[in-house]
């Protein structure tokens, strides 16, 4: 049984942590086309780069001069790189992701991962719910990121997630990080079902963060143990199901889940039906995974 106070704490801090930008924002484009948002500090500082960018206060452009993916991904990287020397990223991952205006359509670009949000650029992740029927009711496998992390160190998170980086596709990303993050062989990772997709999109201190979630439920077996291959989790705890939305009303401190976990995690609550559909709150959480749409 939930406590009359988690639900309403868990949307409240969930709808602060994932609130939409407030703030104006600056368009930046690509082949006329939207690929990405800036705060307009952010914009401004992009002028100085006169030659790859066209800057006014509604939009950033390319220049004429970078019109194909090539010119576009090399002009990038270098700014990108500047940026990264100037503080003004996150860490550099060596990593890129494809920029596209939507699904299916061909890249603009590649960007350094680490350049993701100061863009403002959508990206996409894979998350899994790790789920174990134990006997005596179901739990979630949860792990702790690094202190090294360069996002969110420290913090509890979904047992696998990682962003999907450029030609890489959802299975591929999902079979990488389960072996990487928790030791998941390929045979067991097969069994994962797709869930459906969350959308975030809310501004954090290195840019927005735009990004869209592959959820995926595994239901694992009852004797596994997590072990992390990469150094990316130090810490891996199995929460009974009815005791999970009592960990995730935790904004910060020892015992708090990333927000984009919190999200995952509360997707599979409501999917699995341990809040309850008649409690009044069910439509207002449901709203914030995206649910029924």
Not at 74 to 97: F, H, I, K, N, P
Not at 101 to 109: C, E, H, Q, T
Not at 167 to 185: C, F, H, P, R, S
Not at 193 to 219: S, Y
Request: hydrophobic share 45%; with cysteine; glycine share 8%.
């Amino acid at each position: 049984m939930i406590e009359d106070r988690i639900l309403p704490a868990l949307h409240a801090r969930l709808s602060t942590a994932l609130a939409p930008p407030s703030v104006p924002l600056v368009r930046f484009e690509a082949d006329a086309v939207l690929v990405g948002e800036l705060t307009e500090p952010r914009a401004r500082r992009l002028a100085a780069f006169a030659e790859i960018f066209d800057v006014d206060a509604r939009r950033v452009t390319f220049v004429p001069g970078c019109a194909s993916i090539e010119a576009r991904t090399s002009a990038m990287d270098r700014v990108a790189r500047t940026l990264s020397a100037e503080g003004a990223l996150s860490a550099w991952r060596d990593e890129r992701y494809e920029v596209r205006a939507r699904d299916g359509a061909p890249p603009a670009f590649l960007l350094e991962r680490a350049a993701a949000r100061y863009f403002g650029i959508r990206t996409r992740a894979v998350h899994v719910n790790g789920l174990v029927d134990t006997g005596a009711g179901a739990a979630m496998w949860i792990a702790r990121r690094s202190p090294t992390k360069a996002i969110d160190p420290g913090m509890l998170d979904n047992l696998v997630g990682g962003g999907i980086a450029a030609g890489a596709t959802v299975a591929q990303t999902l079979a990488k990080e389960a072996w990487e993050e928790a030791g998941i062989d390929a045979a067991t990772v097969s069994s994962a079902k797709p869930a459906g997709t969350i959308h975030v999109r809310r501004l954090q201190r290195d840019g927005l963060q735009h990004e869209t979630i592959h959820v995926h439920d595994l239901w694992l077996p009852r004797a596994f143990v997590p072990a992390n291959q990469d150094g990316e989790a130090v810490e891996h705890r199995r929460v009974a199901l009815a005791a999970l939305p009592s960990l995730l009303v935790h904004d910060d401190g020892p015992e708090a889940l990333t927000a984009d976990a919190s999200l995952v995690a509360l997707d599979a609550l409501l999917r699995l039906g341990v809040i309850d559909v008649d409690d009044p709150l069910h439509p207002w959480l449901a709203a914030l995974c995206g649910q029924g749409r």
